[in-house]
């Protein structure tokens, strides 16, 4: 069964360094999204994602954050400068177009970004 | 839906016996698709069943089944015959009121008990 794929599964990054996690949706999807979890709490929604552009974001998802589809493939979230407050799982997700029928989200296996 | 409430931080269940988590949320919206999500140690994130809101038919999935009460804005997730696979913590997501992402509940962790 196709999945989604994020790569790295973790990485731990300095207080105001740049971070881009990176996302494969699967192959026919055409909506992407981003979603965090901060350990022990809820999931967030941050960002969603079609026909290249941002069709919906939360208020987390400030100046500090960028979304790009770089190439027929990848999904990527960037974050300028990391604060410690960004330490969290990521979740990157698609879905199909809805062809009469909200499309169901796919997740893939998250990043677990750690700010030192 | 904007707000989503689960208000079972954590429930516990013997194996084979039946366990019920609940949900409630707020939308201003008619039509919206609801979403129940377990996500198991392993911190991925699995579909286990889906409604929507416009069908008066509760949604089944095997053992999973859900109490849909649109008036009262409530989601229940059923689950029969337990197993200890289904240890998990399980998000109620309702879709949000515009586009096609959701909105997560603070999730109820389900214990499954030998």
């Known amino acids: 069964e196709p999945e989604v794929t994020q790569t790295p599964s973790h990485q731990v990054t300095q207080m105001g360094q740049e971070v881009i996690l990176r996302c494969v949706p699967i192959?026919?999807?055409?909506?992407f999204y981003w979603y965090r979890q901060i350990l022990g709490q809820k999931v967030e929604f941050l960002v969603s994602?079609?026909?290249?552009?941002?069709?919906?974001k939360s208020e987390i998802f400030d100046d500090q954050f960028s979304v790009e589809r770089p190439d027929g493939s990848n999904f990527t979230l960037k974050i300028r400068s990391t604060k410690l407050e960004d330490s969290a799982m990521y979740f990157c997700?698609?879905?199909?177009?809805?062809?009469?029928?909200?499309?169901?989200?796919?997740f893939g296996n998250g990043t677990r970004l750690t700010v030192t | 839906a904007q707000t989503v409430t689960q208000s079972q931080p954590e429930m516990s269940v013997q194996e084979a016996e039946t366990v019920t988590l609940s949900c409630t949320y707020d939308?201003?919206?008619?039509?919206?698709?609801l979403f129940w999500y377990k996500q198991p140690p392993s911190r991925q994130m699995i579909l286990v069943i889906r409604?929507?809101?416009?069908?008066?038919q509760n949604a089944t999935e095997n053992r999973f089944s859900v109490n849909f009460q649109k008036a009262a804005k409530s989601f229940s997730l059923k689950i029969s015959d337990s197993q200890l696979g289904d240890a998990a913590m399980y998000f109620c997501?309702?879709?949000?009121?515009?586009?096609?992402?959701?909105?997560f509940g603070k999730g109820t962790s389900l214990l499954v008990t030998p």
């Open positions: 409604q929507e809101a416009y069908k008066q």
């Open positions: 994602f079609y026909n290249n552009e941002i069709s919906e």
């Open positions: 192959s026919n999807h055409l909506y």
């Open positions: 997700a698609s879905s199909d177009g809805p062809r009469g029928l909200f499309p169901s989200l796919h």
């Open positions: 939308t201003s919206e008619s039509d919206y698709y």
């Open positions: 997501a309702p879709s949000r009121d515009s586009g096609y992402a959701l909105n």
